[in-house]
């Protein structure tokens, strides 16, 4: 049996610089596929496809809501030649009702032990409109390998240097945050794989440089200090979310190749300040992701927001603005107070104002996401702070002998295209 | 989370989005003209789907499990202070009303009322 897994594109942040990671989400799904299965992987974002390749069943996989109009159109165009296409992944979840008026059929939960079902009925001609296995959350020993030998693996170098590979080590969130739909997606439980199953997986990773995405790696103190022993041979550098504060967690972190992490920056307390010292302390860099209009935030409230991170030694800074993504507590009290003036999930790129800010004109909201930018990075560029951040890890990875030089062959391309030098 | 709740009598454990097995508070207090229920959001001892983006039929489930007459549902989502550094999670008190479609509720439509309110409602 011969699919075509798709990936469709989606806008990239405005201000950011642009990069593209082999996505994660869609070869993960296809680890779950029967042997059977012979699989084409598109990622829309970059190469184009055919609608006349000859398939027999398209699967279309979508994380982000900024990805759903686009997968509804290419469903659209395949099922007007007679084809059947299933949807899955995290933004189908978010948008199941209206994805089912473009699909066969909707799967909702995890793929892994599942598929053969869904296969069969395919077979007999007898695909459900819905398969919703929410309640089923496979056992985690079951997952992966991730089929990354389905990337068309050039595209992802930027002037002959290889993105990270995305890992994840463990699914659901005993968290439950403000803008976060994990708790829906991936269950209120923190899910370990095991570690077995976690070394034999990035064993096959054929990139010294990871990001491990993992929704938190602080959910479990002790499990997370097992994971970075059951790293620390593998001599991978990475990137993470947050993880624990802890000072021998941090130690054995940085020995498993932290390389920086993504910390949440939502005020301007001795809190964060700390974290990010700590983070820093244990050799850590640390990108602090910044949320702008959230309910208590003025106009001053931002720029005083601003100043701080202009004051903490943070290495990178990403800004975007509150979106009220479905299934989370953001949408639940922006919907009941009647402020979301926007449901055009095309918008929902995080830099776009798509609702009432309690205390500020979506005019001065919009205005003060590109200040955030262009304050942070107006001493020293993206590309610069970017290059330092690069160095880092160059360095660390010289010191312990993994070093890759870039790729000679592709160093007048960026993610498949030519670029000037 | 755990502390009692004079909005709170006991929990409901209700069938949410997908099917997903999901719990709230729940309140009941007859009147002569209504009955008033109050379900309370219970965040992280909730393993589901919020009332929030349930309420319809949430409330379509409690009238039906309670015998309660719909036409005399006073509906009353409660989302409790957790007490979080972050002020996302204050304690807030919306009216809910309803469409009826048939036996059940569609086209929730929330009104803040103040706690103030609701002790007011409810003989407090």
């Known amino acids: 049996?011969?699919?075509?897994?798709?990936?469709?594109?989606?806008?990239?942040?405005?201000?950011?610089?642009?990069?593209?990671?082999?996505?994660?989400?869609?070869?993960?799904?296809?680890?779950?596929?029967?042997?059977?299965?012979?699989?084409?992987?598109?990622?829309?974002?970059?190469?184009?496809?055919?609608?006349?390749?000859p398939v027999d069943l398209v699967f279309i996989s979508m994380m982000l809501t900024t990805q759903v109009k686009r997968g509804w159109e290419i469903a659209d165009n395949y099922r007007a030649r007679g084809l059947k296409v299933i949807f899955g992944g995290i933004s189908t979840?978010?948008?199941a009702e209206e994805t089912m008026q473009h699909a066969?059929?909707?799967?909702?939960?995890?793929?892994?032990?599942?598929?053969?079902?869904?296969?069969?009925?395919?077979?007999?001609?007898?695909?459900?409109?819905?398969?919703?296995?929410?309640?089923?959350q496979p056992d985690t020993a079951l997952i992966g390998p991730a089929r990354r030998d389905l990337l068309k693996r050039d595209f992802y170098y930027h002037k002959g240097v290889q993105m990270v590979d995305l890992f994840h080590a463990s699914?659901?969130?005993?968290?439950?945050?403000?803008?976060?739909?994990?708790?829906?997606?991936?269950?209120?439980?923190?899910?370990?794989?095991?570690?077995?199953?976690?070394?034999?997986?990035?064993?096959?990773i054929d990139n010294n440089r990871l990001f491990v995405v993992d929704n938190t790696l602080a959910q479990d103190k002790e499990w997370t200090k097992e994971l970075f022993r059951t790293m620390i041979p593998f001599k991978k550098k990475w990137c993470s979310h947050t993880i624990s504060a802890d000072p021998e967690v941090l130690d054995l972190a940085a020995?498993?190749?932290?390389?920086?992490?993504?910390?949440?920056?939502?005020?301007?307390?001795?809190?964060?300040?700390e974290r990010i010292k700590m983070y820093h302390d244990y050799g850590i860099s640390v990108e602090g992701t910044v949320l702008l209009g959230m309910d208590h935030q003025t106009e001053d409230d931002i720029k005083e927001l601003l100043d701080f991170i202009r004051e903490i030694d943070l290495d990178l800074a990403e800004f975007t603005i509150l979106v009220p993504f479905p299934e989370t507590k953001a949408y639940d009290d922006l919907l009941k107070e009647g402020r979301i003036f926007d449901f055009d999930w095309n918008h929902y790129t995080a830099d776009k104002v798509v609702f009432q800010p309690k205390h500020l004109t979506p005019e001065k909201l919009?205005?003060?996401?590109?200040?955030?930018?262009?304050?942070?990075?107006?001493?020293?560029?993206?590309?610069?702070?970017?290059?330092?951040?690069?160095?880092?890890?160059?360095?660390?990875?010289?010191?312990?002998?993994?070093?890759?030089?870039?790729r000679k062959d592709l160093m007048e391309k960026s993610f498949g295209h030519i670029v000037d030098r | 989370m755990k502390e009692q709740s004079k909005y709170r009598d006991r929990i409901y454990h209700f069938k949410g989005k997908w099917d997903v097995p999901s719990i709230c508070g729940l309140k009941v207090v007859e009147k002569p003209d209504k009955t008033i229920v109050i379900?309370?959001?219970?965040?992280?001892?909730?393993?589901?789907?919020?009332?929030?983006?349930?309420?319809?039929?949430?409330?379509?489930?409690?009238?039906?499990?309670?015998?309660?007459?719909?036409?005399?549902?006073?509906?009353?989502?409660?989302?409790?202070?957790?007490?979080?550094?972050?002020?996302?999670?204050?304690?807030?008190?919306?009216?809910?009303?309803?469409q009826r479609e048939g036996d059940r509720f569609t086209q929730p439509k929330w009104k803040r009322i103040t706690k103030e309110e609701v002790d007011g409602l409810i003989g407090e």
């Open chain 1, 1 to 53: 049996m011969k699919v075509k897994l798709i990936y469709p594109k989606w806008p990239k942040l405005e201000r950011q610089t642009e990069f593209n990671l082999p996505p994660h989400g869609p070869i993960v799904f296809a680890a779950a596929l029967p042997d059977y299965v012979e699989v084409d992987f598109v990622d829309e974002n970059m190469e184009d496809f055919n609608y006349d390749d």
């Open chain 1, 255 to 273: 020995q498993a190749g932290a390389w920086y992490v993504y910390q949440a920056v939502f005020d301007t307390s001795d809190y964060i300040r």
């Open chain 1, 104 to 136: 066969d059929s909707v799967f909702m939960g995890e793929a892994e032990g599942h598929m053969e079902e869904v296969l069969e009925d395919f077979r007999k001609g007898e695909l459900k409109k819905l398969y919703n296995f929410m309640n089923r």
């Open chain 1, 93 to 95: 979840m978010l948008h």
């Open chain 2, 39 to 98: 379900a309370t959001n219970l965040y992280d001892e909730n393993p589901g789907t919020s009332i929030s983006r349930w309420s319809a039929q949430l409330a379509t489930s409690i009238c039906n499990d309670l015998n309660i007459d719909p036409a005399k549902l006073l509906f009353i989502e409660h989302n409790p202070d957790v007490h979080s550094r972050l002020d996302f999670y204050r304690e807030t008190f919306d009216i809910v009303t309803f």
């Open chain 1, 366 to 406: 919009q205005e003060l996401y590109y200040y955030a930018w262009d304050s942070f990075y107006a001493d020293e560029s993206q590309e610069q702070k970017m290059f330092r951040l690069m160095m880092k890890v160059v360095e660390r990875e010289m010191e312990d002998g993994t070093y890759r030089p870039p």
């Open chain 1, 171 to 204: 699914r659901g969130c005993r968290f439950n945050c403000y803008p976060c739909a994990v708790a829906f997606l991936g269950g209120r439980r923190f899910r370990p794989r095991p570690f077995d199953r976690v070394a034999e997986e990035l064993a096959t």
